[in-house]
């Protein structure tokens, strides 16, 4: 299959000096580093950086020119060990303003999720109106100023928060002291692949996953375990910087839904749906690696 290399963004330069999540192999897959670990399951690779990984497969193997990657939607079944992990992408749709592909993640011959992207071609915006809620503005931190309030507990990420005056915890597993709705802006300070670029659909596929967290938090810390994300992106991502803000939460018998926008230094970029089961008492920050 012919592949085509992702031309990244001139402000989403990732930082060299942090540890790649994964090495690729010769055979084709690709080996977790230590900084890739889950927090969920011991032995597990996290699922966000998974979602990352599977970006980064999908436009090296299915992005065309005059196309845009408008939807990704990753499905989580099984955790995945920490091992080597075999991402294949089939194109099931070519068409002149839609492209459909396929993604399979696997290890050892097992079946662990799925993914489905969905590239459109771009065009004019048609003439009217339509209604839109009332929204916020919101400023994405200057990558050149220092975080006033790094996290300990997770040196994988540069994040801040979204709204002012709240300041997030000490680890986003933990308790909180009050119900808050949650935003987080998010630069990764790691590659996803040793010696890649890391592009701007990395980073929103990548923040995609933190919309459970994002939507779940409460006072009991996160107590649901998203089983999929869906990413929904109308433009290119810009900047290093991008948030995800809380815009809906509801569930019922140990099941919910979370619904977050995604922003970024030229505002609104699109938004992500989740789907979570209760999942209490499971997540342990102690997992989140040391030595990035």
Not at 14 to 22: C, D, E, K, L, W
Not at 133 to 159: E, K, T
Not at 164 to 192: A, F, K, N
Request: aromatic letters at 6%; proline letters at 11%; a neutral charge.
């Amino acid at each position: 299959m012919t592949t085509t290399e992702p031309t990244p963004l001139p402000t989403a330069a990732a930082p060299a000096t942090r540890t790649a999540y994964f090495r690729a192999a010769d055979d084709g897959t690709y080996l977790p580093n230590d900084v890739a670990a889950g927090v969920w399951a011991p032995n597990s690779i996290s699922g966000r950086i998974l979602g990352g990984l599977v970006a980064h497969v999908v436009e090296r193997e299915q992005a065309r020119p005059g196309y845009r990657l408008a939807r990704l939607t990753c499905d989580m079944f099984r955790t995945l060990p920490f091992a080597p992990v075999s991402i294949t992408t089939r194109a099931v749709r070519e068409g002149g303003r839609i492209r459909v592909a396929d993604v399979l993640l696997e290890h050892d011959g097992s079946l662990f999720g799925r993914a489905t992207a969905v590239f459109l071609r771009p065009g004019s915006n048609p003439p009217g109106e339509i209604w839109q809620p009332d929204r916020g503005v919101w400023q994405a931190p200057d990558p050149a100023s220092p975080n006033p309030n790094p996290n300990p507990i997770n040196p994988r990420i540069d994040g801040r928060p979204m709204l002012p005056g709240v300041v997030p915890p000490d680890t986003p597993l933990g308790p909180h002291r009050t119900v808050q709705r949650g935003g987080m802006w998010v630069r990764e300070l790691s590659l996803i692949v040793e010696d890649r670029p890391l592009t701007g659909v990395v980073r929103a596929a990548m923040l995609a996953d933190m919309t459970s967290p994002m939507t779940h938090q409460g006072t009991g810390g996160i107590q649901h375990i998203n089983t999929d994300w869906t990413l929904t992106l109308v433009r290119e991502p810009v900047g290093e910087f991008l948030g995800v803000l809380a815009e809906d939460q509801f569930g019922a018998d140990g099941i919910s839904f979370g619904r977050a926008t995604i922003h970024d230094a030229a505002g609104l970029l699109g938004s992500c749906t989740i789907t979570a089961l209760a999942n209490p008492g499971r997540a342990d920050p102690n997992r989140f690696p040391r030595n990035s």
